[in-house]
């Protein structure tokens, strides 16, 4: 596995996972942004369009909402992206099994960004606290300071979740893929378009109104569409 791409991986894991709740929020931490961004510098837009609309039609409705922590698809995305491209041309497999292998794999590891985010959240109450007694005393500059580390809180626990998806995919994939190579190979297409469906059924559980269930219809087939089309 190449060290710069690694890097690459990381570098966007830290923009994304930042822009997912901490500053900025310009959409770029969703998975059909982050993923093909990734990919694309690691020369594979291909697969990271594959795996970003797969993530983002499961956990359409999954959105890290005020003091909501739904499991971490940013990381997921960009992680399962790195490994999908490194692992295809390390094992000489670089197609849609290749993908649901990595994908499947880094979709139970994401479950620990939920931890690492609820830490990071949780020394951010306790700097809010240290915030108030400095402003309090009239330390502005150690106020400013509290409020920089916050934002490192949740830049390593960004990077912690993406190094764990990482590091667990590089080990136990390639001891799976010779296991499960052969069956991926009739049922990735159906994996393929199970894992949306679940999304959708999340979704619609949650839909009372009819116009928003027409719009919603509307906008998850044009991305199904893109899907088959790709």
């Given amino acids: 596995m190449s060290i710069i791409d690694l890097l690459i991986g990381a570098a966007i894991a830290l923009v994304c996972g930042l822009d997912r709740t901490a500053i900025l929020q ?77 994908l499947l794999v880094a979709i139970p590891l994401g479950k620990i960004g939920q931890y690492f985010d609820h830490f990071s959240r949780q020394c951010n109450v306790w700097l809010l606290t240290r915030t108030e007694a400095c402003l309090d005393g009239g330390h502005f500059l150690r106020a400013e300071l509290q409020h920089l580390r916050g934002i490192c809180n949740f830049s390593l626990a960004a990077l912690g979740t993406y190094a764990v998806i990482v590091i667990g995919g590089f080990f136990l994939v390639p001891i799976l893929w010779p296991l499960v190579h052969q069956a991926l190979q009739h049922s990735s297409s159906w994996l393929q378009l199970a894992l949306p469906l679940v999304g959708v059924a999340v979704i619609l559980g949650t839909v009372n109104v009819s116009r928003a269930l027409t719009l ?15």
């Fill in 26 to 102: 310009v959409m770029i931490s969703r998975p059909i942004v982050a993923a093909p961004l990734v990919a694309w510098l690691l020369g594979e837009p291909l697969i990271g369009l594959q795996i970003g609309m797969m993530v983002e039609l499961l956990w359409l409705a999954r959105l890290p909402v005020g003091a909501a922590i739904p499991p971490d698809d940013t990381q997921v995305a960009i992680a399962s992206s790195v490994l999908a491209v490194n692992l295809g041309r390390a094992l000489g497999s670089p197609g849609l099994e290749m993908v649901m292998l990595c």
């Fill in 216 to 230: 919603f219809c509307a906008s998850f087939g044009m991305a199904f569409l893109l899907m088959w089309l790709v």
